[in-house]
């Protein structure tokens, strides 16, 4: 089996990279001049150089794979029309070139987000729950979904939702073990918000299941590991996984907002993405973002088996290991 994946210099890519080598898959990587290599260095792939922008490098790509995993995408951005540009017109250019230039019964599989349905009401999402994103980010994996449903039609695609992502690699998370690992523990708000998170290594797992058992005709998946939190069970689990007493602190909504439009502005001056701007900041307002993996379970056999507490005790032992923490 050969595959392509994009953005597997990222967290999510490379995790996926290594499994699909360790179950003897060829695999291919679509990179770009300045991607950082250093979780692909010591691997067995084939770096594909090339660009979003660039048809004929994307058409290098997909030619001669089976699969085609399409990881990349902007999780934040300088401006609005960058999240765009990344996440859906990236998604349009690369389903051409699968459509122009992939072999006939190419499998392409989206990695979308839980941000392009929006939050819930309360009860975990489903597949079929109408959509409503409230950030760019969100309506720009939405519209990237759209693209690949249209694509379903002539060709085997399938989404994947994933919510919060946490594991070795991930930079995110990892402001919050540095927090708690010095004794705080900071909750956005009143602390009620719950949240869906995946281990990478479920998700990348269940990613595999999706292409190899969904029928391939636009199917959306959520793969969800088994508990949702909220932010205090997190810090709480955390600060027992760290050896830790926590002391837990609110930053109010003004003080969130206002450190939005500090990291909004300062982006658009300079013209990196911020860790944190006002799109995030809209997404952290909500109070539910669950989503519920009951079809995964029922159509691709999917079952999560990192428990929170084991999940996060691992990610700590990777973080330490690599002296992040
Ligand atoms: N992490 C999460 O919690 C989470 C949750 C739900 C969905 N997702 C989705 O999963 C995917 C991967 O996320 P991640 O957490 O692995 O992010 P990441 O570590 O930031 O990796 C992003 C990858 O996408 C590439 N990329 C970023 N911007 C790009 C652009 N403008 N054009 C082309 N390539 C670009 C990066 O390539 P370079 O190295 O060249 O920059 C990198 O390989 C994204 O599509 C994201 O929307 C993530």
Same mark, same amino acid.
């Given at each position: 089996?050969?595959?392509?994946?994009?953005?597997?210099?990222?967290?999510?890519?490379?995790?996926?990279?290594?499994?699909?080598?360790?179950?003897?898959?060829?695999?291919?990587?679509?990179?770009?001049?300045?991607?950082?290599?250093?979780?692909?260095?010591?691997?067995?792939?084939?770096?594909?150089?090339?660009?979003? !922008?660039?048809?004929?490098? +994307?058409? @290098?790509? %997909?030619?001669?794979?089976?699969?085609?995993?399409?990881?990349? #995408? /902007?999780? =934040?951005?300088?401006?609005?029309?960058?999240?765009?540009?990344?996440?859906?017109?990236?998604?349009?250019?690369?389903?051409?070139?699968?459509?122009?230039?992939?072999?006939?019964?190419?499998?392409?599989?989206?990695?979308?987000?839980?941000?392009?349905?929006?939050?819930?009401?309360?009860?975990?999402?489903?597949?079929?729950?109408?959509?409503?994103?409230?950030?760019?980010?969100?309506?720009?994996?939405?519209?990237?979904?759209?693209?690949?449903?249209?694509?379903?039609?002539?060709?085997?695609?399938?989404?994947?939702?994933?919510?919060?992502?946490?594991?070795?690699?991930? !930079?995110?998370?990892?402001? +919050?073990? @540095?927090? %708690?690992?010095?004794?705080?523990?900071?909750?956005?708000?009143? #602390? /009620?918000? =719950?949240?869906?998170?995946?281990?990478?290594?479920?998700?990348?797992?269940?990613?595999?299941?999706?292409?190899?058992?969904?029928?391939?005709?636009?199917?959306?998946?959520?793969?969800?590991?088994?508990?949702?939190?909220?932010?205090?069970?997190?810090?709480?689990?955390?600060?027992?996984?760290?050896?830790?007493?926590?002391?837990?602190?609110?930053?109010?909504?003004?003080?969130?907002?206002?450190?939005?439009?500090?990291?909004?502005?300062?982006?658009?001056?300079?013209?990196?993405?911020?860790?944190?701007?006002?799109?995030?900041?809209?997404?952290?307002?909500?109070?539910?973002?669950?989503?519920?993996?009951?079809?995964?379970?029922?159509?691709?056999?999917?079952?999560?088996?990192?428990?929170?507490?084991?999940?996060?005790?691992?990610?700590?032992?990777?973080?330490?290991?690599?002296?992040?923490?």
């Amino acid at each position: 089996m050969r595959a392509l994946v994009t953005g597997a210099s990222g967290f999510i890519g490379s995790h996926l990279v290594e499994r699909l080598l360790a179950e003897g898959a060829q695999v291919k990587c679509l990179v770009r001049r300045h991607s950082n290599l250093r979780w692909l260095k010591n691997l067995p792939v084939i770096l594909s150089p090339g660009d979003f !922008q660039d048809p004929a490098s +994307l058409a @290098r790509a %997909v030619r001669d794979v089976e699969e085609v995993y399409h990881v990349a #995408g /902007a999780t =934040r951005a300088a401006r609005r029309a960058e999240y765009f540009r990344a996440n859906h017109q990236a998604t349009v250019n690369l389903l051409r070139a699968c459509r122009d230039h992939g072999p006939p019964g190419q499998k392409f599989i989206f990695i979308s987000s839980l941000a392009a349905a929006g939050p819930s009401a309360g009860e975990p999402l489903a597949e079929d729950t109408p959509s409503r994103p409230v950030s760019a980010y969100g309506a720009s994996k939405l519209l990237a979904e759209q693209a690949v449903l249209n694509f379903s039609r002539q060709r085997s695609a399938t989404i994947i939702r994933p919510p919060v992502v946490y594991g070795p690699r991930d !930079q995110e998370a990892l402001l +919050l073990f @540095r927090s %708690v690992q010095r004794g705080f523990h900071i909750i956005p708000g009143r #602390g /009620a918000q =719950r949240l869906s998170l995946v281990h990478i290594q479920d998700l990348v797992a269940g990613i595999l299941l999706a292409s190899r058992r969904a029928q391939g005709r636009g199917e959306i998946y959520y793969l969800s590991g088994e508990q949702d939190c909220d932010w205090q069970d997190l810090g709480e689990c955390l600060g027992r996984v760290l050896g830790r007493r926590v002391r837990t602190l609110y930053a109010p909504g003004w003080m969130i907002h206002l450190a939005g439009l500090a990291g909004s502005a300062i982006s658009q001056l300079s013209r990196t993405p911020a860790l944190w701007n006002l799109d995030k900041v809209k997404e952290i307002r909500q109070t539910y973002w669950l989503c519920s993996c009951r079809k995964a379970r029922m159509e691709l056999g999917f079952q999560p088996v990192m428990d929170l507490s084991e999940g996060l005790t691992a990610t700590a032992a990777w973080y330490r290991r690599m002296g992040w923490l």
